[in-house]
């Protein structure tokens, strides 16, 4: 959570606003279209405060280090590097002076040709390059190009919404929805591809469908909305010159919520941790945000809380508002962290994904020390890897996350690499987290959601601005653009 006290009546007419937890993405002064959003703030004369109920900052930003100097991810592993959404988070990591911590993937990376599916009770490698898509890919009874080629002739169904499942399955047919979309869904959203919207998920392929009646086509013809303003920073270039896809940070994700979080301060952002906010009320067009022990008034909240946690928050007087709110599901993953002694994996690549036809316990296993081996200890060879478990399967598989016993969680995570993998060695280190709710589901129906949660801040004239992974995305980069976005749109 963000406050932002005016000091002077540029921005507001009162004496005092707030903002929750947004992250800035911050341009370094005199470049196109930008602007130090921290230095124009300061000049502006607005005190900034940031609330954050746990400790630290970084929310599922979460890297932890072993006594060997091992790096682990809990939560967030990498951050993509495509689309205005992934120029915009390196705009910022330039700005931030993070260039010599960043670890780049780029295109001739084995993580980025090497891509696994695990099904029929077999690992399967996904095509990757041209020729690979014209042969017959198991688990798959066709090449990936004959399906691709079919696709501008399937119909077009004129749709409000609909399943990914569904879509993928009208346009690409029933095996790559199976095996493909379902696997993707569960390694993305920890969610089901029958349940998760097009509409929401890839708003832009569902356009060009409606649009042009096929991907292939619409793809081909239709333009992404530009901005003139992201992307211009020198390591933005660096990365289209070297063909980057996804990138970490030498200490891990960490590093990123970190550093912002030292800018932040040295633009006289104040930065408060363990301070959760207990209620939101507003009255007079000023938001009243209470914690433990202090009441913070402000004429604009940006809140980047889960829409789950901020539910609970609001005053009863906007308990229509809070049930929207809290209508939007989210989903529980465990992460099991791992680490073998010596070299032990049989495969090298990113990881794999098993699409929910298969009877396994586990949604994906992410190859940590392949992508990413500068997080290895520099102190002996061991193997790296992550199991992501439960996701919207979470309770018919290991029960209640909040008493689920977390050894049986490891020792399932070391019976499935065993199966899939034929590792039988025990880990020298391992690291179970439960992270509660932590990935939102945009089911069917989400944007009508959004749209009633909207008219409603509008209709009732709330200084609140929502922000955060709940409403137009759950990467890392979309949080940052939207949050760039909401913040330049109040500045207007
Ligand atoms: C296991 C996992 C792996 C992922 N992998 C990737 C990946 O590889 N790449 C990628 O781009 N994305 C990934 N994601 C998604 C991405 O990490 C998240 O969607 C994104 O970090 C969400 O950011 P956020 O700020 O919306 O929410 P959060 O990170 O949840 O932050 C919300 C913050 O609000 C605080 N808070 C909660 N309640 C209160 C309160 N009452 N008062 C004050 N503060 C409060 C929390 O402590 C937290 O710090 C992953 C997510 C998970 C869970």
Redesign the pocket.
Known sequence: ?LVQHCKSKIIGSKPKQTI??P?LPLKREGRRGGGDVGEKVSKLAIQILL????S??????HSCKTEDGSVH????????VTGLVGKNTLDMVDTLNLETSLLPVTSAHPAVSNRFLYAEGKIHKLPASLSSLFRRSEPLSKSLAVLLAREPFRRKVPVDDESLHSFFERRFGLEFATYLVDAFCRGIF?GKSSELSIKSCFPHLFEIEQKYGSLILGSLLSKREGDSSVGNSPLVKRATAERWLSWSLKAGLQELPDRLGSYLTEKDVQISTD????RIEFKDKVARIHTKDKVLETERLFC???ST??AP?LAPEHSDLAKSLSEIPSAT?A?VNLEFEGSVLPLQGFGYLVPSCEPSNVLGVVFDSCTFPEHDTPVRETTRMTC?MGGEWFEELFGDPEVVCKDKLLLTALESIKAHLNIHEKPIYSNVSV?RD???QYTIGHSKRLDSIHDYIQNHKLPLTL????YHG??????IFNARKAVLEQRR
């Open positions: 959570m929750q937890n992250r609330l954050e109920g746990s630290r900052l970084g929310g599922w930003l991810e809990l939560g967030t592993r990498s951050i993509r920890a301070t959760p906010c207990r980047s809380l889960p946690n901020l928050l993953v992460v992501m992270h932590c990935i939102p922000l955060g992974s709940s759950v990467s890392v980069n979309d949080c």
